[in-house]
């Protein structure tokens, strides 16, 4: 069953991923030995807590079915949640479907806009 991820990028790297076809991996990422993913329900919290407004950060919607590697869910101390987490050092922007565009607000990261990737490829 596919169910949607999301992964949380600068504008930076998704100029990257644009050029090359893959998202590039975070520092954090390649520390890890895992691609960081959230949920629907996670994804703001995880902007709000490890990007600031100046990161210019996207989110990236894939569909899980799409994904290389080994998706595992696997529990977040600090967050108190099970967190999707895939085994992979790739991760390509051919599995993405949507871009969801964030503005910052008086209380941190809220949803601007949801726009399928084959309207977003600059």
């Known amino acids: 069953m596919s169910l949607p991820l999301y992964k949380i990028i600068t504008k930076a790297d998704w100029q990257i991923a644009q050029r090359t076809g893959f998202v590039p991996l975070s520092a954090v990422d390649a520390r890890d030995g895992f ?19 100046d990161s210019r950060p ?28 895939l085994y992979t050092d790739q991760l390509p922007v051919n599995a993405a479907d949507a871009i969801v565009e964030l503005v910052v607000t008086d209380q941190g990261f809220a949803v601007c806009s949801r726009t399928p990737l084959t309207d977003c490829i600059d």
């Open 35 to 53: 691609v960081h993913l959230s949920t629907i329900a996670q994804y703001i919290a995880t902007a709000n807590l490890y990007f600031s407004a």
């Open 58 to 85: 996207l989110v990236i919607e894939f569909n899980s079915d799409q994904l290389g590697g080994e998706l595992r869910w696997e529990w977040s101390e600090q967050r108190q949640a099970d967190f999707p987490h």
